[in-house]
Structures are given as C-alpha cells and as structure tokens.
C-alpha cells in the first residue's frame, strides 16, 4: 500500500532531550516536506526537500534540523526541544516531473508534547 | 507572501444541500492548487488537486474549479452527507520555493 509512514504517533518528552521523529514514503517521491500544526495558526512549513541531499527552509525552520540521505526517508530532528515545539506534525511527499506535482501525501500525524 | 484565505470559516448544513466553499490567495504562480479533507486529529486526505493550467476537476460529488489570474478556487460539494462532515482546507503550491501554503480551513457539519 502506496503510504507515509510516520514513527512515532505520540510523544511526551522533556526540555532538552534530542528527538527523532522519523518519516518514511514508499512511492519513489522526491518531494518531501514537514509540517507543524497549531491552533489558530493552522499547517505551517519547517523544512522540504526536492530530493536527496537536497534540503531548504520553510517558514518556521528555527530550533529544526532535517536530513534526506535516502530518497524513501526524511526525518526531523529537534537538538534541543522546547515547550513552543509542541505541536501536531506532519510529514508529507509527493511526486515531482518537471514542474507538475501529483498530490501531496501525508502521514497520519505526530503529536509532540514538551514540558 | 503568499496569503490564503478560505471563506466561511464555519458551515453547517442540512443533510443533501450542494454547497461551495470558498479559497482566495494573493500570489498566482502557482504550479497547482489542492484540496484537502482533514478529520479531527488526524492527517490530510487530498481530494482534488488542479494544476495551473487546468481550469476543473472533479471526483465523484466534488467540483474543483481554479482562477489563477483572479486568485480564486471553489470546491462544490453536491448533495451533502454526514460523513462529509470535516474541515476543508485548500492550498496553493508556489512556484517560488516550492512552498505549500495552507488556507486556515472550513469547518463543515453536516446534519443528519
């Protein structure tokens, strides 16, 4: 089944503790992206990726980091969370030819809580 | 910047009614224009996606038209039903830096 697979779907931690949330797509895409989402401010971009090794910004990348070492993963790394980086997260990709784009895919959500 | 406005913020209808929610945004290069149905809690389903030279598309009892030029969509939704009953959000893909830029959404409900 064509998916992006997010791990994991809950997670509690701590100010300062390093976190890994992984994201994984099996449909060949070289487009990924991650999202935040919060109350009132809705979806709102961290970081992309065209395709391998290749990384950019989005509009809310401070206190984010992000690799793409392998086409099918793209995981978001925060070094240092902080209790503003609670918050719904998405990982999405989709195919990219040219400049024709099919449907963002996205996994089911990471709901991360810092205290 | 691009700015995504999507009106009303809030719908609820009697079941079977056709409706239209409404998505306006400020930057037309785009490379397309999609639709999304996110259930309380969970992730995004695309629905339709229009690509920039396309004017329509259409799924079942989903309409998506694009105006580019005026900065417009509209996504018709034909003889309601509860479990239609979820928030709607559009999103336009920017040409410049490849951006996805989400409107805040329409909350729909449905009633049965």
């Known amino acids: 089944e064509a998916q992006v697979t997010q791990n994991p779907r809950y997670l509690i931690t701590v100010t300062g503790k390093k976190l890994t949330v992984t994201c994984s797509q099996n449909?060949?895409?070289?487009?990924m992206s991650w999202y935040r989402q919060d109350p009132g401010l809705g979806l709102r971009q961290i970081y992309y990726s065209m395709n391998v090794e290749v990384t950019d910004k989005g509009d809310v990348p401070e206190g984010y980091k992000v690799s793409r070492k392998e086409k099918r993963n793209f995981p978001l790394i925060l070094e240092s969370p902080s209790p503003n980086q609670t918050s719904l997260y998405f990982c999405a990709s989709s195919l990219r030819r040219a400049q024709l784009y099919s449907p963002l895919h996205f996994g089911n959500g990471t709901r991360l809580t810092v205290t | 910047k691009q700015e995504v406005t999507q009106i009303p913020a809030a719908l609820s209808v009697p079941e079977g009614e056709n409706l239209v929610l409404n998505c306006s945004f400020t930057d037309s290069a785009i490379y397309n224009l999609q639709w999304f149905r996110q259930d309380p809690g969970k992730g995004l389903t695309s629905l339709l996606l229009i690509q920039s030279s396309q004017r329509e598309q259409t799924s079942g009892r989903l309409n998506a038209s694009l105006d580019k030029s005026s900065g417009r969509s509209t996504l018709y939704i034909a003889a309601s039903q509860p479990g239609d009953s979820a928030t709607y959000l559009c999103?336009?893909?920017?040409?410049?830096?490849?951006?996805?830029?989400f409107g805040a959404g329409t909350r729909l409900f449905v009633k049965a």
């Open positions: 999103a336009p893909l920017q040409t410049g830096g490849f951006k996805t830029i």
């Open positions: 449909m060949n895409h070289e487009y």
